[in-house]
């Protein structure tokens, strides 16, 4: 076993030597199928030819500059994102905490401009925003904050899905400048708020002049059904935050603004040195344009609910399974009882799963997924929880 690693991740006993669409093998040549994808990263599948041929012209071509420079990628990316967005200008970063820590520096540059010398950014309970000291604060789970304290002030969090609560807290406090959700939680239980949730903060953040800002890192490019999960309610958010799928396994995250918030970051405000460099770009370029392929979208929902009918099927009248919930193909089956375990189990049926929340099981497949391979995955997963449940 190796020993120099920092023990920060509870590893499965498994490693991938190789992968093909919805498949892996392991290092001993055991095939997987895949319903985690890198925890939607690689939605196109492994070894996506497109973006594999894209890396390698751009490797023989031009890696990095630098952004004291033009780069003609990253300009050509920044226009596709706005024409599929309807934002109107973007800041790319190499992670989703950093495309996050961007829209926090506006939302803060957004207060201080408005006269409020101690902004303070509304986010939500069961929230995940990432792991950088900017993005843990944001992030509402006090399990991930525990010993690295002092946290940064200027956060407040609200229930999940509850627009009162929300009311309650922009009447008690008049330094909040901006309001940060995921238009689905990911990490906190696939949570799926009700379908005019984006719509009403929306329609306060106008009646406020609040930044709304909608992390989308984990639903962005295609995830759930739209190129956006805020597409699926007709507005636009003024900041939005884009990383993990955009590269399909290449990393780059990206800040979109529109409007009052597209100019509040001027020269010297803010920077990165890998940031939209020209080999993140190009493969950011090839995912876009396999993702608005002709109806591979509108794919994502029609697999999305056929996977969410083949469990509802197989474990109807099972009194453990607390709900099943999914958009597109991020999916959730919460269960009565922390099911961990499971992961494990799965693996070796020969599945990638992934629990989160303690309770709930997530699937992510990569959006290539075909018919027997969801029959594998909803038939061993339904078989394994009912085992697990009994
Ligand atoms: C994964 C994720 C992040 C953090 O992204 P990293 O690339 O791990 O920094 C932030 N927000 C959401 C909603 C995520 O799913």
Not at 120 to 149: D, Y
Request: hydrophobic letters at 45%.
């Amino acid at each position: 076993m190796t020993s120099h690693l920092m023990p920060t991740y509870a590893r499965q006993s498994v490693t991938f030597a190789r992968g093909e669409g919805a498949w892996l093998w392991d290092s001993t040549g055991r095939r997987y199928l895949d319903a985690v994808a890198g925890i939607a990263v690689c939605s196109l599948g492994h070894a996506h030819p497109a973006v594999a041929d894209a890396l390698c012209a751009q490797s023989r071509t031009l890696l990095h500059t630098s952004n004291l420079y033009g780069v003609g990628l990253q300009a050509q990316l920044a226009d596709r994102l706005a024409e599929l967005s309807g934002m109107d200008n973007v800041f790319f970063s190499n992670s989703g905490a950093e495309a996050n820590e961007a829209a926090l520096k506006i939302a803060r540059k957004y207060g201080h401009q408005k006269g409020i010398d101690e902004p303070v950014v509304l986010t939500m309970e069961k929230s995940f925003h990432g792991r950088t000291m900017g993005t843990l604060s944001a992030t509402g789970n006090t399990k991930i904050k525990q010993g690295f304290a002092p946290l940064l002030a200027g956060f407040r969090h609200v229930a999940y899905n509850d627009v009162p609560a929300i009311e309650a807290e922009l009447a008690a406090d008049a330094n909040i400048v901006a309001i940060m959700v995921e238009p689905v939680q990911g990490e906190g239980g696939v949570n799926i708020p009700a379908p005019d949730y984006l719509n009403r903060i929306r329609e306060l953040c106008d009646r406020h002049d609040l930044l709304m800002i909608l992390d989308e890192i984990q639903t962005g490019v295609g995830r759930t059904g739209r190129f956006l999960a805020y597409q699926h309610n007709g507005i636009l958010p003024d900041v939005c935050t884009m990383a993990k799928a955009l590269g399909n396994g290449v990393p780059i995250g990206a800040c979109l603004a529109r409007g009052k918030a597209a100019d509040v970051l001027t020269a010297g405000n803010h920077g990165s040195t890998f940031g939209g460099n020209p080999l993140a770009c190009a493969a950011a370029l090839a995912v876009l344009n396999s993702v608005t392929a002709d109806g591979l979208l509108d794919s994502v929902a029609a697999k999305g609910a056929q996977i969410h009918a083949a469990l509802s099927q197989a474990l109807a009248g099972n009194s453990h399974v607390a709900a099943i919930r999914h958009k597109g193909l991020m999916i959730g089956v919460e269960l009565d009882r922390p099911c961990g375990e499971l992961v494990g189990m799965a693996l070796e049926q020969g599945v990638l799963i992934n629990v989160t929340a303690d309770n709930t099981i997530r699937l992510l497949p990569p959006f290539v997924i075909d018919d027997a391979q969801i029959a594998m995955l909803t038939g061993t997963l339904s078989a394994l929880i009912q085992e697990f449940s009994r």
